[in-house]
């Protein structure tokens, strides 16, 4: 395992996102503990004691069961991380009680990442309001032992990504953002990078595979990497991609089965970069990928709960985008049907409530309209 030195201790480069973790019945909650207990078993004995987790993730389950799990090993030999949950301004005014729940789940003393999670257009007034007092609370925290390092995950724009660090550069100690070949000019991560570094910040990165998105190509696209690197597998060469930035600490991976830890555990057993010339036969891949694209789902879910109608937005989205690649909408009806209702764009009420939560700030409302409208059309 590759390890990146952060402060006073040596942190894995590959991060355990439990954030997609293997579930029963398709039920989010209902985690398959058996599975993740063998994977958490096999990531500790091969290296990995970063382990990154937050209030949300698998609608509050993930924190309890990293707890649980976690507490089986000594507590010095991983690293934990979770999140303040800033989406809604009540959560802010119970701030003491939100944290002393997760410590509580979490079945630990202390926090040794703790995160002001998805900094974002639609939340950044909330974070950054005095007399909420967010900070000094975390900062007490952090005095107190109970935090080791603070830091934030964003995805604001980055005029307000700037707003963000101009406040508060002198008290967070790293930045979670998205970065992987498709957003480095598709959501600007460059430019965050460029502004992390004048603050001299050190960098996690989230969404490396843009959430399995980037896992699989099309046959053409796969040949033009394996004609580079034919022993490289197509996940790797994500990876590969951000092994070229010398101020990445932890890549973070929301694994969903052994087999993609087994892999990820093998790709990070090795510093291989890629050269100059794979960079930019990425960067193509990824500007000819762009224009057919429809919408930057990574799906992270924040919309599902917010939705009065139940829809299963991701998954509509994700076939949306599939339609744009094939412009086939017979191929529809098998993702979609088996939702019944909650997978039928056309029950949008374009109330908006899911675009609050948006972290990629899609106009999730127009998406799921023309969506629905062409599906009408060609059925």
């Known amino acids: 395992m590759l390890y990146r030195k952060f402060k006073d201790i040596d942190v894995s480069a590959l991060g355990f996102g439990l954030m997609r973790l293997p579930c029963l019945n398709n039920d989010r909650k209902q985690l398959d503990m058996k599975t993740v207990r063998e994977m958490v078993h096999y990531a500790m004995e091969h290296g990995i004691n970063?382990?990154?987790?937050?209030?949300?993730?698998?609608?509050?389950?993930?924190?309890?069961?990293?707890?649980?799990?976690?507490?089986?090993y000594p507590r010095n030999s991983f690293c934990l991380a979770t999140k303040f949950p800033g989406f809604e301004r009540e959560r802010f005014l119970r701030a003491p009680e939100i944290f002393k729940e997760q410590l509580?789940?979490?079945?630990?003393?202390?926090?040794?990442?703790?995160?002001?999670?998805?900094?974002?257009?639609?939340?950044?007034?909330?974070?950054m309001d005095d007399e909420l007092g967010l900070m000094d609370y975390l900062l007490k925290e952090k005095n107190a032992g109970r935090i080791r390092y603070l830091g934030f995950s964003t995805h604001a724009s980055n005029d307000n990504f700037r707003l963000f660090l101009e406040k508060y550069h002198d008290v967070v100690?790293?930045?979670?953002?998205?970065?992987?070949?498709?957003?480095?000019?598709?959501?600007?991560?460059?430019?965050?990078?460029t502004i992390l570094k004048e603050y001299d910040l050190p960098v996690w990165v989230m969404e490396p595979l843009r959430g399995?998105?980037?896992?699989?190509?099309?046959?053409?696209?796969?040949?033009?990497?394996?004609?580079?690197?034919?022993?490289?597998?197509?996940?790797?060469?994500?990876?590969?991609?951000?092994?070229?930035?010398?101020?990445?600490?932890?890549i973070l991976s929301g694994m969903s089965t052994m087999a993609q830890l087994k892999e990820n555990i093998e790709t990070f057993s090795l510093f291989k970069p890629v050269s100059e010339e794979e960079n930019e036969a990425l960067l193509i891949l990824a500007e000819n990928?762009?224009?057919?694209?429809?919408?930057?789902?990574?799906?992270?879910?924040?919309?599902?709960?917010?939705?009065?109608?139940?829809?299963?937005?991701?998954?509509?989205l994700e076939t949306s985008n599939a339609y744009a690649f094939t412009e086939q909408i017979s191929n529809i009806p098998r993702k979609l049907q088996p939702l019944g209702d909650a997978g039928d764009p056309r029950r949008c009420i374009a109330c908006r409530s899911c675009e609050s939560a948006c972290t990629q700030n899609i106009p999730i409302a127009e998406t799921m309209y023309k969506f629905g409208a062409k599906w009408k059309l060609d059925k």
């Open 50 to 72: 970063y382990y990154d987790t937050a209030y949300n993730y698998h609608d509050g389950e993930s924190e309890r069961v990293a707890g649980e799990l976690l507490n089986e």
């Open 212 to 250: 399995g998105y980037l896992a699989t190509l099309a046959e053409d696209e796969e040949a033009t990497l394996k004609a580079m690197r034919p022993y490289e597998s197509i996940p790797a060469w994500s990876f590969r991609y951000l092994q070229q930035f010398s101020e990445i600490g932890v």
């Open 289 to 316: 990928k762009l224009a057919k694209t429809v919408v930057p789902c990574t799906a992270c879910r924040y919309c599902v709960s917010e939705c009065p109608q139940g829809l299963e937005i991701p998954v509509i």
């Open 173 to 193: 100690e790293f930045c979670q953002i998205q970065i992987n070949w498709i957003d480095w000019t598709y959501q600007n991560a460059k430019e965050k990078m």
């Open 104 to 127: 509580n789940k979490c079945q630990v003393d202390y926090f040794d990442f703790y995160l002001m999670h998805s900094v974002s257009d639609s939340n950044i007034t909330l974070y």
